[in-house]
């Protein structure tokens, strides 16, 4: 029988032990895509407690502790820190057989050195001791990311924001590149022709550029995209729940965004024609620039509509849709491509069910201009477990080259993450272990680990063209 989380955690033979601890382990992190907050990284601020660094803004642990029967006043609401953390410490033993349970203590033993279990018995001594230690000046948050060999981090921010976080961060010649990632999911979202126009006004202002037809928006939008460019970006993304790919004209499209600065909601084919267009002018300038662009597939958010209205979006009320995803995505990349416009693109898949669908949806549009062009993304969100990265590794190795996968992304909200890049590595090791060990894939481990190395950080580096060692 194995100790929990030994040095051998997932590694079930000798082979995958070989592979990871003398391949994968040392390799460092490129972070492509996250939601850490650019001005905490700018102000290097030290988090004062525990439940700070680890609670705030966590849906996932806010999710267990409701189904554990916790009070809503211990995630979001106005409990102390303490009262919150031990609340989530008597959660912790029930979250058995739930990624929870491995991050909670993988994140403990890496960052604090902490090995005991967390429980409500021992909630008080990790407190106390981690919190020391996210107090003193080893623990601000630059250096977590050293802790974690964290090499480039993406951010993820709307066309409207002043970047100036990033630039004080470049000015500082922090050794980590933090960049931007150019998210316009509000800038296309044209459901309420109210909310629309106050985001328009947002856009003028960020750009001083006056919209007064869509040829302007497009131009104010784009002044956004070229000054992320500036900053030092080469990354945009969206968070949709499918690919839009409507056929629309130009007249139909400038009728609708007139429509809407009238103020009047548009109909649900307008909806879709407008989006499809401005997917299309986005991915067209990620092109121009050589950007990579990343689409989110498949989340169906915001399923609870009380809760919704009482704590807002990203509080932990979404879940896997169902949505059909292979048509439109084939004609939206198809339209691209015709055109010679089609950018490096990551698609990400939240419905397992879809698996196959996106690995063999990638070589559609894999033309031999670059190793990878289209990429099969992580398992992402709920799928970012042992599990939902088994299957995507599965599926991509069976209909496409997992040689040449950019790997593993937080996605995350938490400096304290970055032990998910360690827990796919160990999931990776020990499957191409476990084939060497069956007679699956012949015993070179010098090539397999390259392989490895590869997946883990040289594929990432190379794709994004970050040039770091």
Not at 120 to 145: G, Q
Not at 375 to 397: E, H, I, R
């Amino acid at each position: 029988m194995k100790n929990f989380l030994d040095e051998n955690f997932l590694l079930q033979n000798k082979t995958a032990e070989k592979l990871y601890h003398e391949f994968a382990k040392q390799m460092p992190v490129i972070d492509y895509h996250n939601h850490l907050p650019p001005d905490q990284i700018a102000n290097d601020i030290n988090f004062k407690n525990l439940t700070q660094v680890w609670l705030y803004g966590d849906h996932y642990k806010w999710r267990a502790m409701r189904t554990n029967g916790i009070d809503e006043s211990y995630c979001t609401g106005d409990k102390s820190d303490f009262e919150k953390f031990e609340k989530w410490a008597a959660t912790v033993p029930y979250t058995l057989r739930n990624p929870l349970y491995h991050w909670t203590h993988l994140e403990l033993q890496r960052y604090y050195n902490i090995t005991k279990i967390l429980s409500a018995d021992t909630a008080k001594e990790i407190y106390d001791e981690a919190s020391a230690k996210l107090i003193t000046p080893e623990y601000s948050v630059r250096n977590l990311l050293r802790k974690a060999n964290v090499k480039v981090l993406c951010t993820t921010d709307d066309p409207i924001d002043s970047l100036e976080h990033h630039k004080k961060i470049a000015d500082d010649n922090f050794e980590i590149k933090i960049l931007p990632a150019f998210r316009p999911d509000k800038a296309m979202n044209c459901d309420d022709a109210a909310a629309f126009n106050a985001y328009v006004a947002k856009v003028e202002a960020a750009s001083n550029i006056s919209v007064s037809s869509y040829d302007d928006y497009l131009k104010a939008l784009k002044n956004r995209h070229d000054f992320f460019a500036s900053m030092g970006a080469s990354v945009s993304d969206h968070g949709l729940e499918q690919i839009y790919a409507e056929d629309y004209t130009d007249t139909e499209i400038k009728n609708i965004f007139a429509k809407l600065r009238s103020g009047t909601n548009v109909s649900y084919e307008e909806n879709l024609k407008f989006k499809s267009a401005m997917l299309v002018d986005f991915a067209k300038w990620d092109h121009e620039k050589g950007w990579v662009q990343q689409y989110h597939l498949g989340a169906l958010r915001n399923n609870n509509a009380r809760m919704m209205r009482l704590l807002g979006a990203d509080t932990g009320w979404d879940s896997i849709g169902d949505f059909s995803q292979g048509k439109a995505l084939a004609k939206f990349l198809g339209k691209l491509d015709t055109t010679d416009q089609l950018a490096k693109t990551i698609l990400y898949n939240l419905n397992p069910a879809d698996n196959e669908l996106m690995a063999t949806m990638i070589g559609n549009f894999n033309d031999g201009s670059v190793a990878g062009k289209i990429q099969f993304g992580s398992g992402w969100w709920f799928l970012d477990q042992k599990d939902g990265m088994v299957k995507q590794l599965n599926a991509l190795s069976n209909m496409g080259l997992v040689s040449k996968f950019v790997g593993m992304l937080t996605d995350s909200r938490s400096f304290m993450s970055y032990p998910r890049h360690e827990y796919f590595r160990r999931i990776l090791c020990n499957m191409f272990g476990e084939e060497i060990e069956n007679g699956e894939i012949p015993n070179n481990i010098e090539w397999v680990g390259k392989v490895i190395q590869d997946i883990c950080f040289n594929n990432a580096n190379q794709y994004f063209g970050f040039g770091v060692k």
